[in-house]
């Protein structure tokens, strides 16, 4: 069983620079971590790739050779790995016994809420090669000072959450620089829980641009609130303790935490309903466990 990271979001949301991050962060905790570049447009890689899909398909020729733009260029490289996932597998096979994996996907949010090439290969990969992956969607922090971009934002989740069908983890990402494109109108709080959204109205009928939009922005808003899926985590990615915290999180959602039990149902219970305050740095996960049903016990 295998254990990974689908990572997700639009163009500048900090995703290469999370699997960099994420990656180090996760080598320091002993796990071997191989990072999988599925991104054709991303040529100037921060981390060690161990899988690269220019070996396979290049953005530039397919522009070229199609006569595509960058968003056509990338639906057809996502449809023609699709078409070669044998050549994905081969890949992954030496890796699946012992790392986890780290797929670094494009930043075309059409992709995962509209078109079925990302999803497909994604789930070819989870059925033949038992893979427990969570999706990692970044979301810039920044969008959260402008409440039209907020709600942009929060349809966007949603609609990746519902058409990947994967434990899901939303990130508001770059949390740390948040502060410099000016004063949120609510707490932070009220962002990441995503709150009655009802409030943000008055705020978008200030804009002349959205007042004429008040009812169908009224009608969005009630379909979020009332899928009830979408909240956000926090991320700074160079924080240690920030990076922790949504770690603990990604283990819990694909069940990596329940990787070296061999227990029953009411002792998993135990642990996922426990709460996260142990120190993540200092113990090793068999150690983790121990601590949590002596915890219990007392």
Same mark, same amino acid.
């Given at each position: 069983?295998?254990?990974?990271?689908?990572?997700?979001?639009?163009?500048? !949301?900090?995703?290469?620079?999370? $699997?960099?991050?994420?990656?180090?962060?996760?080598?320091?905790? %002993?796990?071997?971590?191989?990072?999988?570049?599925?991104?054709? &447009?991303?040529?100037?890689?921060?981390?060690?790739?161990?899988?690269?899909? +220019?070996?396979?398909?290049?953005?530039?020729?397919?522009?070229?050779?199609?006569?595509?733009?960058?968003?056509? %260029?990338?639906?057809? $490289?996502?449809?023609?790995? +699709?078409?070669?996932?044998?050549?994905?597998?081969?890949?992954?096979?030496?890796?699946?016994? *012992?790392?986890?994996?780290? =797929?670094?996907?494009?930043?075309?949010? +059409?992709?995962? =809420?509209?078109?079925?090439?990302?999803?497909?290969?994604?789930?070819?990969?989870?059925?033949?090669?038992?893979?427990?992956?969570?999706?990692?969607?970044?979301? @810039? &922090?920044?969008?959260? $000072? @402008?409440?039209?971009?907020?709600?942009? &934002?929060?349809?966007?989740?949603?609609?990746?959450?519902?058409?990947?069908?994967?434990?899901?983890?939303?990130?508001? !990402?770059?949390?740390?620089?948040? +502060?410099? #494109?000016?004063?949120?109108?609510?707490?932070?709080? /009220?962002?990441?829980?995503?709150?009655?959204?009802?409030?943000?109205?008055?705020?978008?009928?200030?804009?002349?641009?959205?007042?004429?939009?008040?009812?169908?922005?009224?009608?969005?808003?009630?379909?979020?609130?009332?899928?009830?899926?979408?909240? /956000?985590?926090?991320? *700074?990615?160079? *924080?240690?303790?920030?990076?922790?915290?949504?770690?603990?999180?990604?283990?819990?959602?694909?069940?990596?935490?329940?990787?070296?039990?061999?227990?029953?149902?009411?002792? /998993?219970?135990?642990?996922?309903?426990?709460?996260?305050?142990? @120190? #993540?740095?200092?113990?090793?996960?068999?150690?983790?466990?121990?601590?949590?049903?002596?915890?219990?016990? =007392?």
């Amino acid at each position: 069983m295998v254990f990974g990271q689908v990572v997700i979001g639009s163009p500048g !949301s900090g995703k290469t620079t999370y $699997c960099n991050g994420m990656s180090q962060f996760l080598s320091l905790l %002993g796990r071997k971590v191989a990072v999988v570049n599925l991104d054709p &447009a991303n040529d100037a890689l921060p981390y060690e790739c161990a899988i690269n899909i +220019e070996d396979l398909i290049k953005l530039s020729d397919v522009m070229t050779e199609h006569s595509l733009g960058p968003n056509g %260029g990338l639906v057809y $490289c996502m449809d023609y790995l +699709e078409k070669n996932i044998d050549w994905l597998e081969e890949k992954l096979k030496p890796l699946i016994e *012992d790392h986890y994996l780290l =797929f670094d996907f494009p930043g075309q949010v +059409e992709l995962f =809420f509209l078109h079925s090439n990302a999803r497909s290969v994604i789930n070819k990969l989870i059925k033949k090669l038992n893979l427990r992956l969570t999706a990692v969607h970044l979301i @810039d &922090a920044h969008l959260c $000072c @402008d409440p039209g971009k907020y709600v942009s &934002a929060l349809l966007l989740s949603l609609s990746t959450m519902l058409h990947l069908e994967l434990p899901h983890i939303n990130v508001l !990402s770059k949390i740390d620089l948040i +502060e410099n #494109y000016g004063n949120l109108a609510f707490n932070l709080d /009220f962002y990441t829980d995503v709150q009655d959204l009802s409030y943000l109205q008055h705020h978008l009928e200030q804009d002349p641009r959205s007042a004429k939009y008040r009812k169908l922005t009224k009608e969005l808003c009630d379909v979020i609130d009332d899928f009830g899926l979408v909240n /956000f985590s926090t991320l *700074d990615i160079q *924080d240690k303790e920030s990076v922790g915290n949504l770690v603990k999180l990604i283990d819990k959602s694909n069940g990596y935490i329940f990787s070296s039990i061999d227990s029953s149902t009411v002792e /998993f219970s135990k642990i996922a309903a426990a709460p996260l305050d142990w @120190d #993540y740095y200092r113990y090793p996960l068999p150690v983790l466990l121990v601590f949590l049903f002596v915890k219990q016990d =007392f």
